[in-house]
C-alpha cells in the first residue's frame, strides 16, 4: 500500500490574499485539512483560508484542539493524540496538509507534528509570509539594513531575560507573542531605554489592524496576535 504524506502549510498572516499559490495547491488538493484552534475559539489559520480557497466535497476537516493555557503549552498530549490520528489516515493513503499561521517553522505548531511524524511519512513544508514580514509592511519601515543584526524575542521569555537581550544596542528587536505580556514588554523597553523607538502593531494585514508607538498603548492586556518592532 502506497502511503500518504503531511505537508505544513504555511496560511501568513492574516491577509488571505497573501497565501502562496504553492500552498493554495496543496491545500486544494488534500484529502484531509487539519489545522490547530482554540478551546475556546475559532481556528485563525482555518479562517484565513475559507474565503479564498472553498474546500470541496471529498475533504475533510481534522481540528487539533489546543488548550491555551500557561501551564501546557504546547500541550504535549494533544500532539501526541493528533499525530496517532493522522498517521492512521496516512497508513490508508491520505495525503494531510496541516494549516499553520504565518510560516510553519516559525514558531509553528506543524513543528511538534513533523517531529513525531516525518521518520514514517514523508513530510513536506510549504513556507509562509511570517507575521514579521507582514509587521515591516504595514510600519513601512526596514526590519534591518546593510549589516545591521535583528533579533526576533518571545513575548513570554522572563522579565529579566527579556531585559538583559534588550541591552545590546547594535541590534533591531522585533518582540512577537505580545498578549498579555505587553506590560512587561514595556518595562523591559522603559529599563533600556527604547520605549520611544517601539512600534505596536495589531493583527497585521488584516482590516481591522493597528499600528501606534507602543508609549500611547495603554491597555492591560493584547491581542496573542499583536507584535512589536524596535529600530536602533
Known amino acids: 500500500m502506497i502511503k500518504g504524506q503531511i505537508t505544513g502549510v504555511g496560511v501568513g498572516p492574516g491577509d488571505p490574499d497573501l497565501i502562496t499559490l504553492k500552498a493554495m495547491k496543496a491545500i486544494q ?100 509570509v511570517s507575521s514579521v514580514m507582514a509587521l515591516a509592511s504595514v510600519t513601512q519601515s526596514p526590519l534591518c539594513e546593510r549589516n545591521e543584526l535583528l533579533t526576533i524575542i518571545p513575548g513570554p521569555l522572563d522579565e529579566d531575560l527579556m531585559t538583559a537581550q534588550l541591552q545590546e544596542e547594535k541590534t533591531a528587536y522585533v518582540i512577537m507573542k505580545v498578549g498579555r505580556h505587553i506590560e512587561k514588554i514595556k518595562r523591559c523597553l522603559i529599563a533600556t531605554n527604547r520605549l520611544d523607538k517601539a512600534i505596536y502593531v495589531e493583527r497585521a494585514s488584516l482590516p481591522n489592524q493597528k499600528i501606534l508607538p507602543l508609549s500611547a498603548v495603554d491597555e492591560g492586556n493584547a491581542p496573542y496576535f499583536s507584535i512589536i518592532q524596535v529600530r536602533i
Open 29 to 128: 488538493k488534500a484529502d484531509i485539512i487539519a489545522y490547530p484552534a482554540p478551546d475556546n475559539g475559532v481556528s485563525f489559520a482555518r479562517q484565513i483560508i475559507e474565503k479564498n480557497i472553498p474546500l470541496h466535497s471529498g475533504q475533510s476537516e481534522y481540528k487539533i484542539t489546543i488548550p491555551m493555557r500557561i501551564e501546557r503549552f504546547p500541550a504535549q498530549e494533544i500532539y501526541d493524540q493528533a499525530a496517532n490520528d493522522l498517521a492512521a489516515q496516512m497508513e490508508e493513503g491520505k495525503n494531510i496538509v496541516v494549516l499553520c499561521e504565518g510560516d510553519p517553522f516559525f514558531y509553528g505548531s506543524f513543528m511538534y507534528l513533523h517531529e513525531r511524524l516525518y521518520k514514517k511519512f514523508r513530510s513536506t513544508i510549504i513556507p509562509g
